[in-house]
């Protein structure tokens, strides 16, 4: 079992910056693969990032290329976004999900294609 807790969210001005923080419960979080995801009010969760298990592969969502970064310490059982040059279209609730690396790699729409979601941090960038 693996508990995911998101962290960092807030108010920020165009332009700045913000760093979240999904911190993992169990001790088998290097299993897995990990995402970032946000839903802005009124559409749909969308992707943001992705990291692999090991940490050597990251993707992400074209609207995040060149300003996020996504990181992990699998000795600390977390994972990081780093986001720069915020705009407003970012604006909406950041959430962490986990996908065992025993179900493959990849970029999925369904929810249940991972195995645990955090509760989400609201993220809001104001013009």
């Known amino acids: 079992q693996v508990q995911l807790v998101e962290s960092g969210g807030g108010l920020v001005q165009a332009g700045g910056s913000l760093r979240l923080s999904c911190a993992a419960s169990?001790?088998?979080?290097?299993?897995?693969?990990m995402y970032w995801f946000r839903q802005a009010p009124g559409k749909e969760r969308e992707f943001v990032a992705h990291?692999?298990?090991?940490?050597?592969?990251?993707t992400y969502a074209d609207s995040a290329k060149g300003r996020f970064t996504i990181s992990r310490d699998n000795a600390k059982n977390t994972v990081d976004l780093q986001m720069n040059n915020l705009k407003p279209e970012d604006t909406g609730v950041y959430y962490c999900a986990a996908r065992h690396n025993g179900r493959g790699y990849g970029r999925f729409l369904a929810t249940d294609e991972y195995d645990y979601w955090g509760q989400g941090t609201q993220v809001t960038v104001s013009s």
């Open positions: 169990g001790r088998t979080f290097s299993s897995y693969h």
């Open positions: 990291i692999t298990w090991s940490g050597r592969s990251v």
